[in-house]
């Protein structure tokens, strides 16, 4: 059974840094491929980013246009998001999420396992 539990999330002003967390418990193919999907208030849920083959493999959604840094330290089996110049629409609740490595990587029907979310509210 795997876990995910995120941190990491807050108030911050425009233009400001958060890094979020994702610590992963449990491990196997469904840990295979590790993301972090964000749902802006009145929006459906969107991906951001995804990391596997170890952390040798990114990609990420247009918008974070070299803004973010996914990554993984699997020593602690935790998985990173680290948000730069974040902008007003930068907010959101934020999920990690883990699934195996089949299937496009920006499609939540591909993961199995969910977070609880952290909220990140970027101010003007």
């Known amino acids: 059974h795997v876990q995910l539990v995120e941190s990491g999330g807050g108030s911050v002003q425009a233009g400001g840094s958060l890094r979020l967390s994702c610590v992963v418990s449990?491990?196997?193919?469904?840990?295979?491929?590790m993301a972090w999907f964000r749902q802006p208030p009145g929006k459906e849920r969107e991906e951001v980013a995804t990391?596997?083959?170890?952390?040798?493999?990114?990609y990420y959604a247009s918008f974070v246009k070299g803004r973010f840094t996914i990554s993984q330290d699997n020593t602690t089996k935790t998985v990173y998001l680290q948000m730069n110049s974040l902008e007003l629409q930068d907010t959101a609740l934020y999920y990690c999420?883990?699934?195996?490595?089949?299937?496009?990587?920006?499609?939540?029907?591909?993961?199995?396992?969910w977070g609880q979310g952290t909220q990140v509210t970027v101010s003007s």
């Open positions: 449990g491990s196997g193919p469904n840990t295979a491929r």
């Open positions: 990391v596997f083959r170890g952390g040798s493999s990114t």
């Open positions: 999420a883990a699934g195996p490595l089949f299937g496009s990587w920006y499609r939540a029907s591909n993961y199995n396992y």
